[in-house]
């Protein structure tokens, strides 16, 4: 027969674990499997825990991410694609007492606004970039992006990236690292518990460097897309473990 | 107190309005014939005096977005360029215009399409006053005709952008912006600080979100027709309202004319001498100068052209304001058109020549 349980009555004295505090009630639009609703619990945390609330401004992208201003209780501005970079860079330059970052994908931040970003990097603008790489376009319905890995077969490269056609995958992390204004690029990802954690603590120290006026901190996310794949979470995952990492290794490029 | 009377150019006006008017930014990027505005800035060295950032980007995309970031923020910003350069901004004036957010843009007119020249013109003038971004936006486009105005129309410029939250141009051009003139430089108005700015746009303005209020967004997104439709009808009262309350306009000898010319800008200053010269010979010329390009003085020139027997359009383009002038005139009276293009002036004397041409020959035939 089996032990009857005893009843525990969940209160906020034995909660162990709860929602961020300033992730709204709204109901994310992302796939399920998507890295974009962990990445913003991370950043919601951190905010939090750094009791900066009332003095964080966002900049959200042209993408998936675009509605990042619904989910997240920060004051935010959407900016025009590719176009985050320089907004924050007015912001920090105007408010230096404020924590800003932009939140960007691959699209947005290393197409069609790579020249914002890499003049924001080499200004060294006290700002935390957020850069959530899934190599394809989500939001337009999976087109190839600079990123797209050779072979990767997407709505714009159907018979897969072929290099002499579409150029090579765009490795943005590395290229910003040499310039002198960056102070911290490092490559995370969402797709393990252990994983989770180590962004965490990159992101903490991304928006550290930005508060103590340090420079760019530039934090790239190695993400999966599931409906752009066309894969299961679980696909996913492993998929991005096969081919994403060897091409774009985790771990910090530059840490000054 | 004696006035503070300076010789200067209409460029080097812009940029000492900009500090005493308490500008809190501009960005911007080279290019002639304005470069004078940053070039001045960056002698001045506000940011040691009232804390003005000024900051050269590596384009008017980034430029006119930096001024998205810092108007977001409920702060005083601008930027300035020359045609080619506007058309780059176009697109965040769509997004600024989207968001409304207020800001201050300055565009010292180069004649095109193209690269064009790095002499005046006044052939964005459909730009700034029908849109050149995309979507039903306007802008509040002030035309300059000296340097006093230059400088004036950056105090005007950020008093209506606020007013209205709503992106302002000063429409100049090579001429104004390159010539120098005497400038009375009156007023000197700080940068607002936190408090005020939180007074002034506390419930919009981007200032970190407080305990007691929602969070500020900043957007043009709206992906519910029903949403962005409202957004265009709310765009759509305030421009009403605008056209209702901020027409401005000059007029020279009007009041007894047979003949009128409109003009804006560099044009009107010289039209303003054949109205003199065609008055001492005999012929009752008079001129209206627009001095808000939109909001257009449509009503104050249907009004005169009831009394008018012609009309003449005189412009450094090849005919773009007198799609206004037609339409407010509604066949009333016979308008016509004057212009040079490519960087090319015309004379007083040139100016009366076209309106012995195209206003009395034509109606003598």
Known sequence: ?256 | MKEDVRLMKGNEAIAEAAIRSGCDGYFGYPITPQSEVLETLMEMRPWETTGMVVLQAESEIASINMVYGGAACGKRVMTSSSSPGISLMCEGISYIAGAELPCLIVNVQRGGPGLGTIQPSQSDYFQATKGGGHGDYRMIVLAPASVQEMYDFVFDGFDLAFRYRIPTMILSDGVIGQMMEKVVVTRNRGRMSDEEICRQSGDWALTGRKANRQRHVATSLALEPAEMEATNLRLQAKYNEIEQSEVRYDELMTDDADYLIVAFGSSARIASETVQMARKKGLKLGLLRPITLWPFPSERIADLAARMKGILCVELNAGQMIEDVRLAVAGQVAVEHYGRMGGQLFTPGDVYEAVQEKLLKKRRH
């Not at chain 1, 299961?232 to 060897?246: G, R, S, Y």
């Open chain 1, 1 to 256: 027969m089996a032990q009857k349980q005893e009843e525990v009555q969940i209160v906020p004295e034995n909660r162990v674990y709860g929602r961020p505090a300033l992730l709204t009630d709204r109901v994310m639009h992302y796939c399920p499997g998507c890295s974009h609703g962990t990445i913003h619990k991370l950043i919601a945390e951190v905010i939090d825990e750094m009791g900066m609330q009332d003095r964080t401004i966002g900049v959200s992208p042209v993408g998936c991410g675009v509605f990042a201003y619904n989910y997240i209780d920060i004051d935010w501005a959407e900016a025009a694609h590719g176009r985050a970079c320089a907004v924050a860079t007015a912001m920090k330059r105007l408010c230096p007492d404020k924590l800003i970052f932009t939140y960007q994908g691959d699209g947005d931040l290393s197409a069609i606004g790579t020249g914002e970003t890499i003049h924001t990097c080499n200004r060294g603008e006290s700002i935390a970039v957020i850069y959530v790489n899934n190599a394809i376009y989500g939001m337009t319905g999976g087109q190839m992006a600079p990123t797209t890995l050779v072979g990767m077969k997407t709505a714009t490269s159907p018979n897969g990236r072929d290099v002499k056609l579409h150029g090579y995958p765009f490795k943005i992390a590395e290229m910003i690292a040499c310039l002198e204004g960056v102070r911290y690029v490092t490559r995370q990802s969402v797709g393990t518990p252990a994983g989770v954690r180590r962004a965490k603590k990159a992101l903490r120290k991304a928006f550290e460097n930005s508060m103590e006026g340090k420079g760019l901190s530039f934090v790239e996310f190695v993400s999966t897309c599931n409906s752009g794949w066309k894969m299961t979470p679980v696909a996913a995952n492993q998929w991005m473990e096969e081919h994403m990492f060897p091409f774009y290794p985790l771990g910090d490029i530059k840490n000054e």
